[in-house]
């Protein structure tokens, strides 16, 4: 069984870094993608990025500028960092598995495309205040 | 603003068909495949259909997806109770080079 489980700080000032990790069991941390996603409170799902399983990153634009998703095979974790936060950051954070499928597929520009993704974290909600 | 376009809302009554619609273009639902998601308060989200109408396993067959050109739909049949919850539609759009998801649908059984 495959499960997912966020972890870090809860609680920011404006201009911290938010980090967050994920840690996975049940699965291989290294043949699989994995994103993160994330709710402001009563709006949407917002994609945050993801670490493909070749190691590729990508990242909504949005937040580019300000994203790191990496991972580290040996603790079956992969780690969420998000610079310079602001009150609008606030938002329940799930850490997401791609779901794997025959073959990876890829956009014109050769980027990762996602195929959906079928296991989550529970969330975590990170509270920046005002 | 998303670049998907859903219904805010929509409302059946139990054991009725309904049937949600997500809205595109040619750089994300035209030329990438969709997936569809339930998400219940207080829960994480759960994948009901990828590559527009594959279920995973474990979802039920009264959950069935379609697209068409820049238009995809999520069926449910069969509505029940614990059908209420938002659901979201999502694709990779090649010009953002991002995944993106619609703005939810929430579904109400009358």
């Known amino acids: 069984q495959v499960q997912l489980q966020e972890s870090g700080p809860r609680l920011l000032r404006p201009s911290e870094t938010l980090s967050l990790r994920c840690t996975v069991s049940?699965?291989?941390?290294?043949?699989?993608?994995w994103s993160w996603i994330r709710q402001p409170p009563g709006k949407g799902l917002e994609w945050i990025g993801y670490i493909s399983n070749r190691g590729a990153t990508n990242f909504n634009p949005s937040l580019k500028s300000r994203v790191t998703i990496s991972v580290d095979s040996s603790r079956r974790q992969f780690s969420l960092r998000l610079t310079s936060v602001i009150a609008a950051d606030t938002a329940v954070y799930y850490c997401?598995?791609?779901?794997?499928?025959?073959?990876?597929?890829?956009?014109?520009?050769?980027?990762?495309?996602?195929?959906?993704?079928?296991?989550w974290g529970q969330g975590t909600l990170v509270t920046v205040p005002p | 603003q998303s670049v998907l376009t859903q219904p805010p809302s929509v409302s059946e009554a139990p054991r009725q068909r309904v049937t949600i619609s997500c809205s595109g273009s040619n750089s994300n639902i035209g030329n990438n495949a969709v997936s569809w998601y339930q998400h219940l308060p207080g829960k994480a989200p759960k994948l009901l259909i990828y590559?527009?109408?594959l279920r995973p396993s474990g979802i039920s067959d009264r959950f069935s997806g379609s697209k068409s050109g820049t238009s995809a739909s999520l069926a449910i049949s069969g509505l029940q109770s614990e059908d209420e919850a938002d659901y979201y539609c999502?694709?990779?759009?090649?010009?953002?080079?991002?995944?993106?998801f619609g703005p939810g649908t929430k579904v109400t059984v009358l």
């Open positions: 590559y527009d109408d």
């Open positions: 997401a598995r791609d779901m794997p499928t025959r073959s990876d597929y890829f956009d014109p520009s050769g980027n990762f495309v996602p195929s959906g993704f079928d296991y």
């Open positions: 999502a694709a990779w759009d090649d010009r953002l080079i991002a995944y993106v």
């Open positions: 049940g699965a291989s941390i290294r043949s699989n993608s």
